[in-house]
């Protein structure tokens, strides 16, 4: 069947993840193992979250990969809120194999980074939905929209992440998050909100979180000029607007052309410009 050729760019309000290949030289005998076993992939990959941090997801996308495949998930267990993906080797689909990590390592550092942005979302809820509701009210008076829905869900697995901003936390073991995280997962919010301030405090956790904007002009010619000019009204309006924001957090407004790389649609490029406040 005829398929029409993806551009190598698009406006970001049209782009839904047209393109995007997480392993672009994927084999045949991969591609047929893979979707053969899927259901067990993404029931490894369900197990996974659930053995290591004590908490539920759903699968969101699934795409084969060399010798195994990679599984999207989203969490939204207990207000806990962020995305992931999963490689899996083909040896992992084995029911009888433990998902469980016994031991800390760079890996799983790595995804506890995802993880705990999901535990900063939550347990600053209310201002992180303040920012997300101001930012949609004032998209077409600053000219900008942001990814699509349909792009993060099939494209975006670093964490907590909306249409128009993400959340960054600093990456901790996996014997730290057992002792100092995982015990807030059933708190209800007052608790959790003191349980993450004592998490900090005795992980000796000092930066700020940091929220990073994805704000893309609806502007067919933008600048470099005329992004950092928004960006800089934007940031100033938050700051001068600064009840029920996430002070709390180190807000970097980034304010980017409309074009987004199909093939590789990550954040920043055609005349980024930024403007970075509390």
Same mark, same amino acid.
């Given at each position: 069947?005829?398929? +029409? ?10 782009? $839904? &993840? ?7 030289? %994927?084999?045949? /005998? ?8 899927? !259901? ?18 759903? %699968?969101? /996308? ?6 195994? =495949? ?13 995305? =992931? ?7 992992? *689909? #084995?029911?009888? $194999? @433990? ?5 800390? &390592? #760079? ?7 995802? %993880? ?22 004032? $998209? ?5 929209? &942001?990814?699509?829905?349909?792009? *993060?869900?099939?494209?975006? =697995?670093? &964490?907590? =992440?909306?249409?128009?901003?993400? *959340? ?9 998050? !057992? ?5 807030? *997962? /059933?708190?209800?919010? !007052? ?5 993450? !301030?004592?998490?900090? /405090? ?17 502007? $067919?010619? @933008?600048? +470099? ?11 100033? @309006? ?35 410009? @930024?403007?970075?406040?509390?």
């Amino acid at each position: 069947m005829f398929q +029409e050729k993806v551009p190598d760019r698009m406006p970001a309000q049209e782009y $839904k &993840g047209q393109g995007y290949k997480d392993d672009p030289h %994927v084999d045949r /005998k991969s591609i047929h193992f893979a979707k053969k076993h899927r !259901k067990s992939f993404e029931k490894s990959a369900i197990r996974f979250f659930k053995d290591n941090f004590s908490l539920n997801v759903k %699968v969101t /996308k699934f795409a084969p990969i060399k010798d195994g =495949a990679i599984v999207y998930i989203h969490c939204d267990d207990h207000d806990i809120q962020f995305n =992931a993906s999963l490689s899996l080797a083909q040896d992992d *689909i #084995d029911e009888d $194999k @433990s998902m469980k990590v016994n031991e800390d &390592g #760079d890996n799983i550092a790595n995804m506890l980074e995802h %993880v705990l942005t999901g535990f900063e979302y939550r347990a600053h809820k209310k201002q992180y939905d303040h920012l997300y509701n101001y930012l949609n009210k004032n $998209k077409d008076k600053y000219h900008y929209t &942001g990814y699509t829905k349909e792009a *993060i869900v099939n494209t975006q =697995a670093d &964490g907590y =992440a909306n249409e128009y901003f993400y *959340i960054c936390y600093t990456p901790e073991q996996l014997s730290t998050y !057992k002792k100092y995280y995982e015990p807030l *997962i /059933k708190m209800n919010q !007052k608790d959790f909100e003191e349980g993450m !301030k004592r998490a900090r /405090k005795a992980t000796h956790y000092e930066a700020k979180p940091e929220v990073v904007t994805t704000l893309f002009s609806t502007k $067919k010619e @933008s600048s +470099e000029k005329y992004n950092f000019k928004m960006a800089t009204q934007i940031a100033k @309006s938050i700051e001068k607007n600064n009840t029920n924001m996430p002070t709390t957090s180190s807000i970097d407004v980034m304010y980017t052309g409309n074009q987004i790389r199909t093939q590789k649609p990550y954040w920043g490029g055609q005349n980024s410009s @930024s403007y970075q406040i509390f």
